[in-house]
């Protein structure tokens, strides 16, 4: 699964819970903080990922010396 539709299904998912928690459900609350972690671990996730593809970026660029714009 895609990290970006883990997070939004998590997102639901600590709505859901949160607005039970509201109407006065204890539980619902406890739930809620489990699913807050989840999405702290998915957050995790998708940042190290997208450093990652900064990186892969950054080293496939041409290193520049200078020497190509001394042509002339």
Known sequence: MDLLQQ???????????????????KSA???ARKVLQDIKRTCQDL???I????????????EEDGSASETV
Not at 7 to 25: I, P, V
Not at 51 to 62: A, I, L, T
């Open 29 to 31: 609350g406890t739930r």
């Open 47 to 49: 940042r190290v990922s």
């Open 51 to 62: 450093q990652g593809v900064k990186k892969e970026g950054e080293s496939q660029k041409p």
């Open 7 to 25: 997070l939004e299904q998590e997102l639901e998912s600590f709505k859901r819970e949160y607005e039970k928690f509201e109407k006065g459900n």
